[in-house]
């Protein structure tokens, strides 16, 4: 039996993430899904940047956060990323924020993004690349 692949990417709240208010402006939690998107993508042996290399681009679709509890500066946070859906065409990474002190969920969301060429038209992932279509099912399964 398989189970769920979560990466987990480590960061420092630098103080210029914060707001007056001395709480993560909430535009940087996006950035941070970003982080571990990309970590998360290098499990699977390949980096972004491979991928544009191979005309593979994934532009997001949609985007959600839930903001829970606010992170401070110099707060150590850990960015869990894993996969809810991945079809040929697209794919949902999940994302919790949490402060690793006192292991509290700050932030829950997740990011919907197709997969495209350089022309921007959608591809069949599976049919197209076989191959890394291996890599991210791997992570999913």
């Known amino acids: 039996m398989s ?3 979560i990466n987990e990417t480590k960061v420092v709240v ?3 993430e914060t707001d007056k208010m001395g709480i993560v402006h ?5 950035a941070w899904f970003e982080v571990g998107r990309g ?16 005309g593979i681009m994934m532009p997001l679709r949609e985007t959600y956060c839930k903001y ?20 040929p065409v697209k794919v949902i990474f ?8 006192d292991g509290k969920l700050l932030a829950k969301g997740a990011t919907t993004q197709v997969f495209v060429n350089n022309d921007f038209k959608i591809i ?5 690349y076989p191959d890394v279509w291996e890599r991210m099912h791997k992570l999913f399964t």
């Not at 970590?39 to 544009?52: P, V």
């Not at 829970?68 to 079809?87: M, P, Q, R, S």
């Not at 999940?94 to 002190?101: D, F, K």
């Open 3 to 5: 189970s769920l692949y």
């Open 14 to 16: 630098r103080y210029a």
């Open 26 to 30: 909430h535009s940087n939690y996006y």
């Open 39 to 54: 970590e998360f993508i290098l499990e699977s042996g390949m980096s972004y940047r491979e991928l544009e290399e191979n």
């Open 68 to 87: 829970i509890k606010g992170a401070k500066y110099e707060d150590n946070i850990i960015i869990e990323t894993f996969i809810k859906e991945l079809t």
């Open 94 to 101: 999940n994302y919790n924020v949490i402060r690793e002190e």
């Open 124 to 128: 069949n992932l599976k049919r197209k």
